[in-house]
């Protein structure tokens, strides 16, 4: 079967780093998806991989290993309003999106 | 304001009864599509159109009926739903579908509740 794995929960610091880990298995790949949610509120898309290597956006850099099958969103300087859940997604062979269960993130002060 | 709005934000429902969820996107896109997101699962994709067809129906129950009369509008009617499909359920359009780099638009969905 189809799986994607990433932690059910993370806390980190105000102003400090957190890497949010993603797995996957799935039939072929066509890409991998970060999107952020905060409570009550719509996902938004914030980064897509489909080649090895980190790509970065201001403060928000995701990394892909295909030949791993593993992902992560590193998050610097961390702010209070980027607590939320991050949710990972994977199109497969046939472009279908596997999700994850979202990982919450608790900034602390 | 993502450019997906969907409507009621919340909803109180006996199993009796019956509603609709509504939602409407202005980004012209050609697809779109209903999820349901249950606290600590995975987004369950339940339905995919494309220009206006219904293209995927991931066995979900007939108590569930989509309904999408233009590009911009999709409807989810909802009857004798059981307590656990309450949950939150979530529209999103992308441009098209069928490619790798696919973004999704979500609404911020609507929140079900069957007593």
């Known amino acids: ?109 | 304001e993502t450019g997906v709005t969907q409507t009621p934000r919340h909803l109180v429902m006996g199993m009796t009864n019956k509603k609709s969820l509504k939602c409407e996107q202005h980004l012209g896109h050609n697809a779109m599509y209903w999820y349901k997101q249950s606290a600590k699962k995975p987004l369950e994709l339940m339905f995919v159109y494309s220009l206006e067809e219904r293209v995927e129906n991931n066995s979900v129950p007939s108590r569930f009926s989509p309904e999408c009369p233009n590009s911009s509008h999709l409807f989810l009617h909802l009857h004798t739903l059981q307590p656990e499909d309450s949950a939150l359920y979530l529209c999103a359009s992308s441009p098209q579908r069928g490619s790798g780099a696919n973004v999704l638009t979500f609404g911020a969905g609507s929140r079900l509740t069957v007593l």
């Open chain 1, 1 to 109: 079967g189809q799986n994607i794995d990433q932690p059910t929960e993370m806390t980190a610091t105000e102003g400090a780093i957190v890497q949010i880990n993603c797995t996957y298995q799935t039939s072929g790949f066509n890409g991998l998806f970060w999107y952020q949610q905060h409570a009550g509120e719509a996902p938004t898309f914030l980064s897509y991989n489909v080649l090895d290597g980190l790509e970065e956006k201001g403060r928000f850099s995701s990394f892909l290993s295909r030949s791993k099958g593993y992902s992560y969103l590193l998050l610097k300087e961390l702010q209070m309003k980027d607590s939320a859940s991050y949710l990972c997604a994977v199109t497969d062979s046939n472009y279908q999106l596997i999700w994850g269960a979202g990982t919450k993130l608790i900034i602390k002060p």
